[in-house]
């Protein structure tokens, strides 16, 4: 019998924004702690602004600029 392969998910990076992953999804924290989001599509941060971490709340739009 042939073993059936994983379905495959796109994932969507935004450059300067978040990663889209189509969901619902469970995440799991480098100590353990799970975030579990049942959108159709969770945005997670890819930046480290997020007040709302792992899961992105826009934070990447508000980046100060030096000059």
């Known amino acids: 019998m042939s073993e059936r392969q994983p379905e495959r998910l796109p994932v969507r990076v935004i450059r300067g924004g ?5 969901g619902p ?4 924290l480098p ?3 799970r975030v579990q989001s049942d959108r159709f599509m969770v ?5 480290g602004r ?3 971490y792992p899961l992105c ?5 508000r980046r ?3 000059g």
């Open 25 to 28: 999804v469970d995440i799991e």
């Open 31 to 33: 100590d353990g702690t």
């Open 50 to 52: 997020s007040r709302r």
């Open 64 to 66: 100060r600029r030096d």
């Open 43 to 47: 945005a997670v941060c890819a930046c």
């Open 57 to 61: 709340d826009t934070s990447h739009r």
């Open 18 to 22: 978040p990663v889209l992953i189509p």
